[in-house]
């Protein structure tokens, strides 16, 4: 019996140790009373969990008995700019809540891509789109060119021969039809991507290469090379803002703002002209209702520069009355994809919602989430006006963000609020923050410390959320980035992998490029 009462006691002790240990590694793990009307009372039924698993199952396996191994017809690209698996998580609770998928979350295939570039852990938005555009990495800053090109080397940022060549242009040596769709301005870092090859990002027009001591002459800015070189003159579809880059300086454009050129020439003018010269049916528009009033039917080649610089965020279209003025991605992609499912040889699109990236750099969540929900909505159109036979859908992005999403908020909590719980401090934190960033002065007070924010308005749009250490711009993150893959050898997309075989496999389910 004395041996029986120490064994019992050892293991009543044990038990009591670990959940010591337990409340003291989660000291926040207090239970939470549910609330029955803010929850799904299926939830509480294991049936419920079990009946989800049989289904994604039965999924899994009709899949597995049915690849769909026909040769791509089109490509479309859904690039997220900065859309990190925090950005997705927590889009899917502003949005609808977070049991819920967004419609390319419910994509059959997914996978993780590695962003570094060649010199650097993170990397930017220039060097990542000559990964997932021309499958090569480059350094950071560049565009277009391999890693033997490093950031303002005016001399070898136009040699040729070190020049990579995107997925674009092997869609146009194969009869395809290509086209870009972006909320950043269209020479801007990504896009360009799809057809530039520079030195340096920041060269989109004439008068930034002369300020960097280059000579504009010989290194051709990227709003020049839109218009001029083989890849961007046939590009059928060009959609964005940055007019500011096509006109001179002594120029206004449509909204009176000048341009930013020093050269005196018009590349928008060029750009129809050229193709007046070349026999084509083209269209230049500057606002929404010339684009909605445009006949499709009967163009081939479509400009839309909507605004000076990039476009405004999407939840401003609203506040700021210009909806009616500046089209949305949503309604973009959905002109792109009708001008370029005439191609009777099928069609590569690239469509970017540039601002998700923007707003995360001013730690303004509220806005990436509303930039995300649109980047949904423009995916959800795409799915409407396509086939999963003969379209592959690949949605991913170029880099992550610092954003992470903190404890131990209840399912009903606002994403974009308080949690429950406050801090050691006595304070409340917010549940998402950043590691660095703007933010930082809205969080800390140099005499104070931590700032109180039980009474700030987290309705706001340009609130900067919490940060952690003070930057005037919030920094790109290094973690993986997803990938979301529909139709013809969408299953190749598994895994975890570069970046840059994103586009030989597209061009593997095409048989374009290197596969042709």
Not at 197 to 206: I, K, V
Not at 320 to 340: D, F, G, R, Y
Request: proline content about 3%; glycine content about 6%; hydrophobic content about 35%.
């Amino acid at each position: 019996m004395q041996y029986l009462a120490a064994v019992l006691l050892l293991i009543v002790s044990t038990l009591t140790l670990s959940w010591t240990k337990t409340i003291d590694t989660h000291p926040h793990l207090r239970p939470i009373k549910i609330n029955k009307s803010h929850t799904n009372p299926n939830e509480l039924e294991p049936d419920y969990w079990f009946d989800n698993a049989q289904q994604y199952l039965r999924e899994k396996l009709q899949r597995q008995n049915n690849l769909n191994n026909k040769k791509a017809k089109n490509i479309i690209l859904f690039l997220g700019d900065g859309m990190s698996i925090h950005t997705v998580t927590a889009a899917r609770s502003y949005i609808r809540d977070a049991s819920e998928q967004l419609a390319f979350e419910k994509f059959p295939y997914v996978g993780l891509s590695k962003t570094f570039c060649v010199d650097k852990q993170v990397p930017d938005s220039a060097s990542t789109a000559t990964g997932y555009l021309s499958g090569v990495k480059g350094n950071y800053g560049t565009i277009g060119v391999n890693g033997q090109v490093t950031r303002f080397d005016c001399e070898l940022g136009q040699d040729e021969s070190l020049h990579t060549q995107s997925i674009a242009k092997w869609a146009q040596d194969a009869g395809k039809w290509t086209g870009l769709v972006t909320t950043a301005r269209v020479t801007h870092a990504s896009p360009a991507g799809v057809y530039a090859h520079t030195a340096n990002r920041e060269w989109e027009n004439d008068a930034k290469i002369f300020n960097d001591s280059c000579d504009p002459i010989k290194n051709v800015d990227i709003a020049r090379q839109l218009v001029e070189w083989s890849v961007g003159q046939e590009l059928r579809v060009i959609m964005g803002g940055g007019r500011r880059n096509f006109l001179n300086e002594t120029v206004n454009d449509e909204t009176d703002l000048p341009g930013q050129r020093s050269d005196g020439r018009n590349l928008i003018e060029e750009w129809q002209l050229l193709k007046q010269q070349q026999n084509k049916r083209a269209a230049y528009v500057s606002n929404k209702n010339d684009l909605n009033e445009l006949d499709l039917a009967n163009t081939d080649y479509l400009m839309g520069l909507f605004t000076s610089s990039h476009c405004p965020y999407h939840g401003d279209l609203e506040r700021e009355n210009l909806k009616e003025t500046v089209p949305s991605l949503s309604e973009m992609t959905e002109k792109a994809l009708e001008l370029l499912q005439r191609s009777e040889e099928g069609y590569f699109l690239f469509v970017e919602g540039a601002k998700i990236d923007m707003a995360h750099h001013d730690t303004r969540a509220r806005r990436s989430l509303e930039e995300t929900e649109e980047f949904n909505k423009a995916v959800e159109v795409a799915l409407k006006m396509t086939s999963e036979d003969e379209t592959l859908i690949v949605v991913t992005s170029d880099h992550s963000h610092t954003m992470t999403i903190n404890g131990y908020a209840s399912r009903q909590s606002d994403i974009l609020g308080l949690s429950d719980e406050m801090a050691d401090d006595g304070l409340p934190y917010t549940i998402l923050s950043y590691a660095n960033g703007p933010g930082y002065d809205k969080t800390f007070s140099a005499k104070k410390g931590r700032k109180d924010l039980s009474d700030k308005d987290f309705t706001d749009p340009k609130r900067k959320y919490m940060a952690t250490v003070p930057l005037e711009s919030e920094t790109h993150g290094s973690d993986d980035v997803g990938i979301f893959a529909l139709g013809p050898f969408a299953h190749y997309f598994s895994g975890n992998y570069v970046q840059t075989n994103l586009p030989m496999l597209m061009a593997r389910a095409a048989q374009i490029g290197p596969f042709a």
